[in-house]
């Protein structure tokens, strides 16, 4: 690995895509190779960061706005990516990130039809302008990803309906059509390890080994 440069990796995808599965493999094969790595989530990843999740998240918040809870988003990733991720580069780790601001353009911008013009000012400001090296969405149908979820205590976003999460998963692969060379997409419906060996591989090439 290039000691002189961290490599900011991101995952995306809808509720039940099994991006969070995909993170924690890939964080483990970093264990098995001595790999330097900071592993993180949004919101969250700070002590501030994770206080502002717990309010976005929280099931008994259903009169929040939706500028609201833009705002608070974009207030978790400002400290997040200030106090830990840019560090974490700086010191050339590679760092993984469970959701980072296209997820924004997904839940806030696409399924909250909020401008995207304002999430483009306010993103530049809230990450620095640091943009991920590569992105994985994980592409799954909305039908399979709701079910996965069923049967365990589901946040506020979780709980949206079937029209919300069509169009936050529209907008991932819209970006991805977008931004060729940034994101990878695969197939959610394949096997967790088939996911896996396809990631692991291309990050082998972004570490140049």
Known sequence: MNDLKGIFITFEGIEGSGKSTQVRMLVDAFEKHGIAYLCTREP???EISEAIRSILL???????KPETELLLYCASR??????LILPALADGKVVVCDRYYDSTYAYQGAARELDEELIDTLTKFVTYGRVPDITFLIDLPVEIGLARIQGRNLDRLEKETTEFHQRVR???????NKCPSRYFVLNGSEDAVSIHQQIFTMVQSLLGE
């Open 170 to 176: 529209q907008q991932f692969l819209s970006i991805a």
């Open 78 to 83: 400002a400290q997040h990516t200030g106090e």
């Open 58 to 64: 929280n099931p008994q918040f259903e009169s929040m």
């Open 44 to 46: 969250g990843g700070t």
